[in-house]
């Protein structure tokens, strides 16, 4: 079982520190256990947010002695951060656990160091003063979540849950997060490189592409142009990349690419299917593009992929 402390400090996000509670607490291996157990680890014994006080079960020794410690967002990012907080996450680290921010809370794990060198994200509008207030650090401002092994961070609201799920699908395997995404009723589908700012037009709007992305998750083993997907939603080449970039945040050929490794990435870890076959149901033409294309996404090959990720290896 993998414990997970949540920080709970003054100034915390309400929404942000229930997002890991809900996400762990109800994660069930295939014989029924626990995978995960939460600890609510408050600065001092009552913290509040502006909405509520809050008193915490335990403490900042507990937070050190987690396998992964979760920072939710804070209010104030100017906030200052007490050395103790500061403190109980170094000791964590050293003690070998995996540092997670959801949104804001990238400026605590900042002021511990730990976030030096390395690229990070946050809600997309603190990006800037992220980046200006600790400019070691690579924030990019685009993505959901960035994972940089050990050290995570997330962009804001359901952001965090993608990232969640993504923890647990890496501890786990792909079929225990997609139950735990069912829990959270949202979709395991949204990878970290995904925008952070995505526009929706009104959902009766003739010109709204959901039916249209829609089929285009059943029929990716079909050889999809962007002519092809233009004409089915009865537009110009031209009104179809705009529409499709202002409603997704990318182009039609970014997007099928994506769809596409990650259909793969799932037939990879739910079974034994060969990677020649599994090119052909996700629409390569032939192994050794997918092969190329996989690597250029995962960053390592379709074979390696299965070996560190197969379901029943986690479970």
């Known amino acids: 079982m993998i414990s997970v402390g949540v920080l709970a400090m003054h100034g915390f996000v309400p929404f942000d520190l229930s ?23 408050g600065e001092q014994k009552e913290v509040s947010s502006s909405a ?52 804001s809370g990238a400026f605590v794990l900042a002021q511990t160091g730990l976030l030096a060198g390395r690229r990070a994200t946050t809600h997309w509008l603190a990006s800037e003063s992220l980046a200006q ?46 139950d735990a995404a069912k829990l959270s009723v949202t979709a395991l589908e949204r990878s970290g490189g995904q925008k952070q700012f995505i526009q929706h037009e009104l959902p009766h709007s003739s010109a709204n592409l959901a039916p249209l992305i829609e089929w285009m998750h059943q029929n990716l083993h079909q050889t999809l142009s962007v002519e092809l997907l233009a004409n089915k939603a009865n537009m110009s080449m031209r009104t179809f ?39 052909e149901l996700v629409g390569f033409k032939n192994a050794t593009t997918f092969r190329r294309n996989f690597l250029a996404h995962a960053g390592v090959s379709p074979s390696q992929y299965r070996h560190n990720f197969r379901s029943d290896m986690r479970e």
């Open 19 to 41: 997002i890991p509670c809900e996400a762990f607490k109800y994660v069930r291996l295939a014989e029924g256990k626990q995978a995960y157990q939460v600890h609510i680890c």
């Open 52 to 103: 509520f006080k809050l008193v915490a079960p335990y403490g900042l020794r507990k937070l050190s002695s987690c396998n992964t410690v979760i920072i939710p967002g804070i209010e104030d990012i100017h906030q200052s951060i007490s050395p103790a907080v500061i403190a109980s996450i170094q000791r964590a680290w050293k003690n070998g656990a995996r540092i997670v921010s959801i949104c």
């Open 133 to 178: 207030r600790f400019p070691d650090i690579q924030v990019d401002p685009d993505v959901l979540y960035v994972d940089d092994k050990r050290i995570m961070t997330s962009a804001g609201a359901t952001a965090g849950i993608d990232m969640c799920l993504h923890i647990i699908r890496k501890d786990y395997g792909a079929s225990v997060a997609a």
């Open 241 to 279: 990349a705009r529409k499709f970039s202002h409603q997704t945040g990318t182009t039609p050929s970014v997007w099928l690419s994506e769809l596409r490794i990650r259909k793969a990435q799932m037939l990879l870890e739910q079974g034994d299917t060969s990677v020649e076959r599994i090119a």
